[in-house]
């Protein structure tokens, strides 16, 4: 049985102390520590430190950074380590997010890297993979999600797979309050574990937690939770706000799964 996983990326979002008062007011906002669902925020850099502080380390409220840069140190201006988010806390890292791979150019070699470097210091990585509205009207949907999956994950043994989350992020759906269908985002996710049972193995496959992110609110979190084929969301836009997040998040605690 995987634990639902509920992440919110604030992307470039929240100065550092209006971040520390938000992560506060959401613990406040969250009556009951949900003990069926991981939590995790994703602040920007400069907004982790406070948030840390804030959550401390044993918060039931987990840690996460938008990226970071393979190298663990050395002359790369305005690039931020493994080590670097190791050292604030941070147990998770967004790698792939759509908008790194179409505003920043990040390809499948420099994401591998990243994964690398996620894996060798302890941070699970949450790879972000999905297609574009045209290759998806194109009927290339599983392939691009295959092809995404390979390019960054060749190399890497069944072991060191065991902490990757990925997230099912359609293209099209981010920011444009255009969810995926619940048949739409579980047919992807199908197709996501048939790829990593072929490539890492049916174990890592089975236990691998397969998120749903794109415009994903408190209207449809329940119904794309429905499915068995749903471990959690991946969530932007709604999770900026105390009040629809920690909804989201409850929701998540309570809609079962009806194993579709
Ligand atoms: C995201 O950026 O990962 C995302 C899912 O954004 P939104 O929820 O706003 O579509």
């Not at 908008?99 to 070699?109: K, N, S, W």
């Not at 429905?226 to 998540?252: H, N, R, Y």
Request: net charge negative; glycine share 8%; aromatic share 6%.
């Amino acid at each position: 049985m995987r634990t639902r996983l509920i992440v919110g990326n604030w992307k470039m979002n929240k100065t550092a102390s209006e971040a520390a008062t938000f992560v506060d007011e959401l613990r406040q906002h969250l009556s009951k520590v949900p003990s069926d669902v991981e939590l995790v925020v994703a602040p920007p850099f400069t907004a982790l430190e406070s948030v840390g502080r804030v959550l401390g380390s044993e918060s039931f409220i987990q840690l996460g950074a938008q990226n970071l840069f393979w190298e663990p140190k050395g002359a790369y201006t305005g690039e931020i380590s493994a080590p670097m988010l190791k050292d604030l806390g941070c147990r998770h890292v967004i790698l792939g997010h759509s908008e790194r791979r179409t505003l920043f150019g990040e390809r499948g070699d420099r994401i591998r890297k990243k994964l690398q470097a996620a894996f060798a210091h302890g941070i699970r990585p949450i790879l972000c993979i999905g297609e574009s509205l045209e290759q998806r009207e194109a009927g290339s949907t599983d392939d691009v999600l295959a092809q995404q999956l390979h390019e960054s994950l060749a190399g890497f043994s069944s072991e060191t797979l065991e902490s990757l989350t990925v997230a099912y992020e359609p293209i099209w759906a981010i920011g444009t309050g255009r969810s995926a269908t619940t048949e739409q985002a579980v047919a992807a996710h199908q197709t996501i574990r048939a790829v990593l049972s072929a490539t890492a193995s049916p174990v890592i496959a089975e236990r691998t937690r397969i998120l749903y992110g794109g415009s994903v609110t408190t209207q449809n979190i329940a119904s794309l939770l429905s499915s068995e084929q749903v471990d959690g969301a991946l969530i932007g836009g709604a999770c900026l706000e105390v009040s629809s997040f920690a909804t989201i998040i409850s929701l998540a605690s309570t809609t079962r799964s009806i194993g579709v």
